[in-house]
């Protein structure tokens, strides 16, 4: 496997005359948005050429178009840790499979714990976790990441402890659901399924759910409804928690 990060590619500092570079295909302008697709690609034929018995699969932070066929499952980046980002996470995952494009994750946790400087001692943070943990759970890729805290289950806690014993409930259903996840990642490639489906996508015909961005069906058979907002530690003042 490989993880690809920076394929927009990653632009610092950029002048608007930047934007003009010529191409053999033309203006940078012009050609940028297909910069992930060619660099994934050529990571793929060349892999490929080398191990034709084995998979190939790449992590990378960006997509275009027709990606799908390279085996690449793209993250949506350096995200902030907060249940804003964390409710955003379910309408971008689900406009990534309306678009033809099924493999796709977040940094579990957030990458930047700027929201919460006592980062693993804070306990809004770690609910903000396992909630994200069990968002993961249901998500074509399941995948803690970030910076900053370590993140392993043994940093939450211990064994009979609630945050703990959630983050160890998840991961042990997501292993129980693999031979499920298996079965759909064969019809996603044999008869264009996808894995995170929109609900208009099985129900097109019930005007009730097309606008319906925070829930969706992971697979064909399960309805899943992420909680993102704090239900287990609500901050109520400075000082106070409930």
């Known amino acids: ?3 690809m990060d920076s394929t927009e590619p990653d632009h610092f500092h950029p002048i608007p005359e ?9 203006s940078f302008r012009k050609v940028r948005n297909a910069y992930p697709l060619m660099s994934v690609g050529g990571v793929y034929d060349h892999q490929r050429a080398v191990t034709s018995d084995k998979r190939v699969f790449i992590l990378t ?3 275009f178009a027709g990606q799908q066929r390279y085996g690449a499952n793209t993250w949506t980046g350096d995200i902030t ?5 964390l409710e955003k996470q379910i309408p971008a995952g689900l406009n990534f499979s309306l678009c033809g494009i099924p493999h796709w994750n977040s940094d579990i946790g957030g990458f930047f714990l700027w929201q919460y400087p006592l980062m693993l001692d804070d306990p809004d943070y770690r609910e903000l976790y396992a909630r994200w943990i069990q968002f993961g759970t249901f998500c074509p890729m399941m995948r803690s990441h970030g910076e900053g805290a370590p993140r392993e289950i043994y940093q939450f806690g211990k064994k009979g402890e609630p945050i703990y014993d959630a983050i160890e409930k998840y991961i042990r259903l997501r292993y129980s659901l693999l031979p499920y996840i298996y079965t759909t990642a064969w019809e996603v490639t044999a008869k264009q399924s996808s894995f995170m489906r929109a609900l208009a996508m099985d129900f097109a015909h019930d005007r009730n759910v097309w606008n319906i961005h925070n829930q969706y069906m992971f697979g064909k058979s399960l309805l899943v409804c992420p909680v993102t907002q704090p239900m287990y530690t609500k901050t109520v003042s400075d000082t106070i928690r409930v």
């Open 1 to 3: 496997g490989w993880w």
């Open 18 to 26: 930047d934007f003009d570079t010529p191409t053999y295909l033309g």
């Open 61 to 63: 932070r960006s997509a």
């Open 81 to 85: 840790a907060s249940w804003e980002v």
